[in-house]
């Protein structure tokens, strides 16, 4: 017999979820996948055309959360101590005195990474990747809590700088959250006339609140066969013909551990296919990098990734 669902999480995680539903309308899938990722501790690319709401959503995940928020508009000008923080000489104490960045927060909004050089965008790849930042040959932890949303343009590409590969491995999912239907555009419209949700949004959860629900993820069962399902998937895309580099061992934990958080989401203790299923685009194809002749004849990375879920088959 399964065991009971964990409701407190649940109501948890729905409570959030509402919230950023006053704000962001028609994005429900979108506002799913980015609570599954914060909880699991991965990081989030939102990648999508100007005016679509990636900047929004991740203001109003912040304000949902009574935690530590900051932003950093990333342009061609901006350096590493922009962000990390820089050591300056205190001529009273005769000393070195670190100054924090705006990187030493809870949640980092950003906002879009690609315009900012490769040297700065590699800033926060010790960040990311260890939850800690090395100045002048001193280490400095950052907060449990650290999670970053970073967004960028798809299409405009004057003046950007492509994220490399080890950036994008860094990042637990990328997806996008594209165009609302017209009764809720209509909606945004009607909402909007006089002031902006983001305005009067109130924070309902509690940081503690999400630490709790990270702690719960190693309750939540994740099955042998389940395990090899997720490494069968991953292990299918470095054989693929026109795919150069494959997902790799990373991807397969951000992919359990974000099965777990979108399995706490559900209520359940225990991870299904579907989980996996739902979440393997989102988690999978960004970490891919194609040949020049396999772009050029039209396939893509989530054409790939969603091939090899027909392809592997689905344990019982």
């Known amino acids: 017999m399964d065991k009971p669902v964990n409701m407190t999480a649940k109501d948890t995680i ?36 100007p005016g679509t709401g990636k900047t929004t959503l991740a203001k109003a995940l912040a304000k949902s959360i009574d935690a ?16 990390l923080g820089v ?9 070195f005195r670190f100054h924090r960045g705006p990187v030493f927060t809870n949640i980092l909004l950003a906002d879009e990474i ?3 050089s490769p040297r700065t965008q590699s800033a926060l790849l010790e960040a990311m990747g260890e939850s800690q930042v090395s100045v002048d040959g001193a280490k400095y932890d950052l907060d449990e809590l650290f999670f970053v949303i970073a967004t960028q343009n798809p299409i405009e590409f004057h003046g950007t700088y492509p994220l490399p590969e080890a950036q994008m491995d860094r990042f637990a999912m990328r997806f996008e959250l594209g165009y609302v239907n017209e009764e809720q555009e209509v909606e945004i419209l009607t909402e909007q006339n006089t002031t902006h949700p983001l305005n009067i949004i109130q924070a309902c959860s509690r940081r503690d609140d999400i630490i709790d629900l990270r702690k719960e993820l190693s309750n939540i069962r994740v099955s042998e066969e389940i395990k090899q399902y997720i490494v069968e998937i991953i292990r299918e895309t470095r054989s693929t013909q026109g795919v150069l580099n494959g997902a790799s061992p990373r991807a397969s934990l951000a992919l359990m551990k974000s099965a777990q958080a979108l399995a706490l989401t559900d209520g359940m203790e225990f991870v299904t296919p579907d989980h996996i299923q739902e979440l393997a685009i989102p988690v999978i194809a960004h970490r891919l990098m194609l040949d020049s002749q396999a772009r050029f004849s039209g396939l893509t ?16």
Do not use: M
């Not at 506002?31 to 909880?39: D, E, G, Q, V």
């Not at 061609?76 to 922009?82: E, G, I, R, Y």
């Not at 054409?303 to 088959?313: R, T, Y």
């Open 14 to 49: 729905q409570k959030i979820s509402d919230n950023i539903c006053t704000v962001i309308k028609g994005q429900e899938s979108a506002i799913r996948l980015l609570l599954s990722a914060f909880i699991s501790g991965g990081h989030v690319l939102l990648e999508d055309v």
């Open 114 to 116: 690609n315009r900012a």
């Open 301 to 316: 990375a989530k054409g790939i990734v969603s091939d090899i879920l027909k392809a592997v088959v689905v344990p019982v």
């Open 87 to 95: 050591s300056i000489f205190d001529q009273r104490d005769h000393d």
């Open 68 to 83: 530590e928020y900051h932003r950093v508009q990333f342009t061609p000008d901006l350096l590493p101590t922009d962000i």
